[in-house]
């Protein structure tokens, strides 16, 4: 099979297309023929070598995939052959033609929901599920912010904040961005571009402020995060490229709580709590990805490029096999 292959930590050049002996499921494991996969900002970041503990040279990126069950081990109970799955974690890297899994790093995909979009379920609702509901412990009637709403990221917590009965406000640096953040279900969608934007939250709050901020960029928006959150506000950092300087006053005086996150911290039972309602959200129309662009296998390195240096509407997933 063809899979891509990290020989050296380094920039996206250093992913090449390779031919690999097809894995062979053991006990309790499912191999899976992909058609898509994820790209997220966090094989970038594996990949340049920032995580390097999270792999081990030499080996093939990739998180999220989507496909169909081409045969399972001993001991298997809940998949079986033709089945259709998304994968969410993997034992040998999704950017491949084949996959191999632990069971239950699969799961069902539902009828209607396209291999492009299961592959990108894993890494971007998984971490605005655990932002939102693990760590923020957001509830019905909480005005939750949204920043980078129109990314994989930020379009899952806003239908997943507004499944849930939040009041949403979302932020977007384009007019199609907002546009599309609108169209995901966002109450109120704000110009990320705008210096005053976060201020215009006490307006949209009747100056109580926000409950919940979804952080996906902490280095630019941390300290006026801190002043946007109302009294026990919480603000979650998905995500961060640098440093910041904040005033620790401003979390005094709302006695609001900074959390940190990341998906590499989650407990099985954690993970296994997350797949329950991405099924049900997918089955009845609350939850639906939003696939930007389909690239080939092949140029996965362009693939990191533009995932990291452009303003990408939606998620941005390799093709992995033609298409049944």
């Known amino acids: 099979m063809k899979a891509i292959r990290v020989n050296n930590f380094g920039p996206p050049e250093v992913m090449q297309l390779e031919d690999v002996p097809d894995p062979v499921p053991g006990a309790g494991q499912v191999l899976v023929r992909l058609y898509a996969a994820g790209v997220n900002p966090v094989d970038t970041y594996i990949r340049s070598g920032l995580y390097s503990?999270?792999?081990h040279l030499p080996y093939t990126p990739g998180m999220d995939g989507a496909g169909v069950v081409e045969s399972v081990g001993e001991g298997v109970k809940h998949r079986k052959p033709g089945?259709?799955?998304?994968v969410a974690r993997s034992l040998t890297g999704t950017y491949a033609e084949k996959v191999l899994c632990t069971e239950f790093q699969t799961h069902p995909l539902p009828k209607g929901i396209s291999f492009g979009q299961g592959a990108a379920l894993g890494v971007p609702y998984g971490a605005a599920f655990?932002?939102?509901?693990?760590?923020?412990?957001?509830?019905?009637?909480?005005?939750?912010l949204i920043h980078g709403a129109?990314?994989?990221?930020g379009i899952a917590a806003v239908q997943l904040a507004r499944a849930a009965g939040m009041r949403v406000i979302g932020t977007a640096g384009s007019e199609p961005g907002r546009d599309l953040v609108r169209e995901m279900g966002a109450h109120e969608v704000l110009d990320h571009h705008q210096p005053d934007h976060l201020a215009r939250t006490r307006e949209l709050t009747c100056g109580a402020g926000v409950d919940v901020i979804l952080e996906m960029l902490a280095n630019v928006n941390l300290d006026e995060d801190l002043r946007a959150l109302g009294k026990g506000g919480?603000?979650?950092?998905?995500?961060?490229r640098g440093r910041v300087e904040i005033d620790p006053r401003d979390v005094m005086m709302q006695e609001s709580v900074i959390i940190g996150m990341t998906m590499f911290n989650a407990s099985?039972?954690?993970?296994?709590?997350?797949?329950?309602p991405f099924a049900a959200g997918m089955e009845n129309g609350t939850l639906r990805p939003v696939v930007s662009r389909e690239i080939p296998?092949?140029?996965a390195p362009a693939?990191?490029?533009?995932?990291?240096?452009?303003?990408?509407?939606?998620?941005?997933?390799?093709?992995?096999?033609?298409?049944e």
Not at 234 to 240: A, F, K, L, Y
Not at 303 to 323: C, N
């Open 53 to 55: 503990q999270q792999a």
């Open 83 to 86: 089945d259709r799955v998304y």
């Open 130 to 144: 655990r932002a939102l509901f693990q760590k923020a412990a957001a509830v019905a009637g909480e005005h939750v």
């Open 150 to 153: 129109s990314g994989g990221v």
């Open 234 to 240: 919480r603000v979650v950092i998905v995500g961060s």
């Open 268 to 276: 099985e039972r954690e993970l296994a709590s997350m797949h329950a």
């Open 297 to 299: 296998l092949a140029e």
């Open 303 to 323: 693939a990191h490029h533009e995932v990291l240096e452009s303003s990408t509407l939606g998620k941005i997933v390799l093709v992995t096999a033609e298409r």
